[in-house]
């Protein structure tokens, strides 16, 4: 098994592209999206009976190695103060196959 950083993403859909081309420029190769996300944070509840796309929220899964942590960390700092969100960073564990 390969040490790695666990990263997840919860940002509002609109912004999910900007997240998507940050983790190129890193270097991270894959990553998983689940759109329509709900709960409540410091911004208020996100419901999913909203009729627009704008107001939702996208959770996005990937892995990378230490050193693509800080630049990505760095990089998705200002999204998430300008748009709200949550990026968690963890220890994991990547399962060659």
Known sequence: MERVKK???I???LELGKVLDILEKVGVSG?????????????GEVLDDLETEALTNGY????CTEEQEHQLVEAIR???????????VSD???IEH
Do not use: H, Q
């Open 11 to 13: 940002t509002n859909t």
């Open 78 to 88: 200002p999204i998430l103060k300008k748009y709200g969100g949550v990026c968690l």
């Open 60 to 63: 996005v899964l990937s892995v």
């Open 31 to 43: 990553y998983t999206i689940v759109k329509d996300v709900t709960g409540k944070g410091d911004r």
């Open 7 to 9: 990263v997840e993403i």
């Open 92 to 94: 994991a564990k990547w």
